[in-house]
């Protein structure tokens, strides 16, 4: 998803700049889309979330426990827990991602340009700025959802309180903490996400010129004239490659931050009491609990997510 520049013409095949997109049909459209992909992935995020939180005295202790004691307890509604409220603050949080990811990237690609760098340096360089600035200005609107959605996403387990919805969070979080309660781990997750963003969209940027490059395209512009399915292929390995990465490296503050958030009202927060915790109870591996979750998720979210936008920008050009 790389802005062309004048050293990498060849990539024009592949990709639709941000200036000749349809922009109301590209939000309208992209909503829908992106919405369906969240329906589907949704469950991982919640066994993730349950396995941040879970006490060293729970049952449930890897993936599978997990899902069966919820499907047991609440049937197949219990893995759609928070779903409204992620659904509803995901609309206006992603307009603003990925408005910021590509006025950003563009802007960034002309100032790495004259200093000559390779295609994937510049490429790493431009994406990752990109995600890190759209992820920072996201997260005004993604922090109070997790807030809430993850307090649905656990009650009533390990001891956490039950609620009757999201309004009910919403307002016993700004009852007891005031709007900052629903801003709680709003630092972390800044921590977390706009590097984790920046990481991401550096490694898919890359790691698609350097694909491109493997399979021999790009080395004469003429020929440069790919399939359909083959600009898939390399977007989706792009997107596995990113997600990966992103996951190994942002883990340990995930976890961290959805213990933070998750936190009744009447406890002091505290990282370093999240940290110690962890490692009392399950030594420095507990700082990587839910890590193949959120491993799948955030690849098979990224790798969802890069296919449907890619097709999104296409469908969503304007007739010339």
């Not at 992909?37 to 469950?43: Q, R, V």
């Not at 979210?301 to 936008?309: C, D, H, N, R, V």
């Amino acid at each position: 998803m790389d802005a062309p520049n004048s050293r990498d013409d060849s990539f024009a095949q592949v990709d639709m700049n941000w200036d000749k997109l349809d922009k109301t049909k590209f939000y309208v459209v992209g909503s829908g889309l992106f919405t369906g992909i969240t329906l589907a992935l949704y469950p991982v995020s919640v066994v993730k979330t349950r396995l941040q939180v879970a006490t060293k005295e729970a049952v449930e202790r890897n993936a599978f426990s997990v899902t069966k004691g919820i499907l047991r307890t609440n049937g197949i509604p219990g893995l759609y827990r928070g779903l409204g409220t992620v659904v509803t603050g995901a609309i206006p949080g992603r307009i603003i991602f990925l408005t910021t990811l590509e006025t950003t990237k563009a802007a960034a690609f002309k100032v790495v340009e004259p200093f000559r760098l390779s295609e994937p340096t510049q490429a790493a360089i431009a994406n990752g700025i990109a995600g890190m600035i759209g992820s920072l200005f996201a997260e005004l609107v993604f922090v109070p959802v997790d807030v809430v959605s993850q307090k649905l996403m656990v009650q009533g387990y390990s001891g956490h309180a039950n609620y009757s919805g999201g309004l009910d969070v919403a307002r016993k979080v700004i009852k007891a903490d005031g709007i900052r309660g629903l801003y709680r781990g709003f630092v972390l997750s800044v921590m977390t996400y706009s590097p984790s963003s920046a990481v991401w969209w550096a490694s898919y940027g890359s790691s698609q010129r350097i694909i491109w490059r493997l399979l021999g395209n790009g080395t004469n512009h003429d020929e440069f004239v790919p399939s359909q399915w083959k600009i898939a292929c390399v977007h989706a390995t792009g997107g596995i490659i990113a997600g990966a990465t992103a996951s190994c490296i942002s883990s340990p503050l995930d976890t961290i931050k959805t213990r933070l958030q998750v936190m009744e009202h009447d406890k002091q927060p505290s990282v370093t009491l999240v940290v110690k915790k962890l490692i009392a109870e399950d030594g420095w591996k507990g700082l990587y609990r839910g890590l193949g979750p959120r491993f799948l998720s955030m690849s098979a979210w990224g790798t969802s997510m890069i296919l449907a936008y890619e097709y999104l920008k296409r469908l969503c050009a304007k007739d010339e």
